[in-house]
């Protein structure tokens, strides 16, 4: 199922950048409320594809046109269409190729191997330690160079017990890295995944643990049978004791994380309630109240996956309210009643953005029979959302009879 739902502008993060053209943008992940955008080298246009001619404007990205390097993009996840537009001047500082941030973040970790004490001896360079592992362990691969920085970090993770900077260098390396399918493979079959477990489960530090998280998810985002494999009891409680105390970015990868490893997994969201993640979370979102939004989310996604059999899972407003005689039922569904999430879950509808309010009424026809009387008390708040899609002139129509329409459903909902 697709993480995030309904209409979302790409500003903060996109895990998996949708296949374009060589010289296309790279959006890479971020931390919260901030925009990364990387241009890869420019390069002709695939011939199959028609050029896309940028303005200043959104314009719709076909799906037979190439986007050129540098530009502004953001995709409706709930049409699947991409969007682009040039970058604005205060757009365009500090922007780099992936290929020169890779680089950058090998040469943090350049002093550490140089000292590495294995088979390459003391003091090898850099580049001749990257070739070197790269000959050595793909030499039938047309490009060694993923193969042999993903190897690289591994070693400097091995030999940084005691230099948190380094570690969270190779960590951060590996989130530009693994965020590829063939990459996350190749990362698992030479054993980085049992590395990585094993940081989130150990005595590091916070941030080291936190981003060791974001790895994790990242590597078992798109494998199942991998995720069911690290959602242990054990990594599900070192990633619930990261939500209780890290900052709002290190708790956000740590559920990022979370709903990686549970989705589809009904053994881990067996973990979770056990463990009384269901409780940490709210906990969380008190001293975080930025992150209330990612965790009523993340256990709308949990919820309506299990609700649907784990298949494919539904994002028409009709089809969700089908499902809502079945959470209470679900494994996560009596733990959120009985935590006090309901209430938390319909005070998003005061959310400052629309998006924000679409996800909330989706939560709430989700829940509507589970926390019926918990959303009583926030009728007025949704009406008072009907009456401002009324007199939202800048608003897509169409977007804004959507909302309305789905919130006048809720509202049923909760007669």
């Not at 007025?380 to 129509?397: C, K, Q, S, W, Y």
Request: include cysteine; hydrophobic fraction near 45%.
């Amino acid at each position: 199922m697709t993480v995030l739902l309904a209409l979302l502008t790409i500003t903060t993060l996109i895990h998996a950048a949708p296949v374009i053209a060589d010289g296309a943008l790279v959006l890479v992940e971020a931390p919260e409320n901030v925009q990364k955008v990387e241009t890869a080298p420019i390069s002709a246009p695939s011939p199959q594809l028609r050029e896309f001619i940028p303005t200043h404007e959104w314009q719709v990205v076909e799906a037979d046109q190439a986007i050129p390097a540098g530009l502004h993009v953001r995709m409706d996840m709930q049409t699947g269409l991409r969007q682009a537009k040039l970058l604005e001047p205060s757009e365009q500082t500090g922007i780099k190729t992936l290929s020169e941030k890779r680089r950058a973040k090998l040469d943090i970790m350049a002093p550490l191997l140089a000292r590495h004490s294995g088979p390459t001896g003391e003091g090898v360079p850099i580049t001749d330690l990257t070739e070197e592992v790269a000959h050595g362990w793909r030499p039938d691969r047309a490009d060694h160079s993923d193969v042999a920085q993903m190897h690289a970090a591994q070693m400097v993770l091995r030999e940084s017990e005691h230099n948190d900077g380094a570690a969270i260098a190779a960590l951060e390396t590996l989130t530009e890295l693994v965020d590829e399918i063939e990459n996350a493979h190749e990362f698992e079959r030479m054993g980085g995944l049992t590395l990585i477990v094993e940081l989130v489960q150990g005595n590091r530090s916070v941030s080291v643990r936190a981003t060791a998280a974001r790895v994790l998810g990242l590597v078992c985002q798109n494998n199942l049978a991998i995720a069911a494999a690290a959602g242990t009891s054990d990594t599900i409680a070192a990633l619930l004791s990261l939500v209780a105390q890290g900052t709002h970015t290190e708790s956000a990868r740590a559920m990022f994380a979370l709903g990686v490893l549970c989705r589809g997994a009904p053994a881990a969201r067996t973990h979770l309630v056990e463990l009384s993640g269901v409780r940490t979370m709210l906990d969380a979102t008190r001293a975080h109240p930025a992150a209330m939004q990612k965790a009523v989310l993340l256990l709308y996604d949990l919820v309506l996956d299990e609700a649907a059999g784990d298949e494919d899972t539904p994002e028409a407003p009709d089809a969700i309210a089908r499902l809502a005689p079945a959470v209470p039922r679900t494994t996560l569904g009596p733990a959120i009643k009985a935590t006090g999430w309901c209430s938390s879950i319909a005070q998003g509808v005061t959310a400052h953005s629309n998006i924000a309010v679409e996800k909330t009424l989706k939560a709430m026809l989700l829940f509507s029979q589970l926390c019926r009387a918990d959303f009583a008390p926030h009728r007025a708040n949704v009406n008072a959302f009907i009456t401002h899609m009324r007199g939202e002139a800048d608003l897509d129509p169409a977007y804004a009879a959507e909302l309305t329409a789905l919130a006048n459903t809720v509202l049923a909902r909760m007669s």
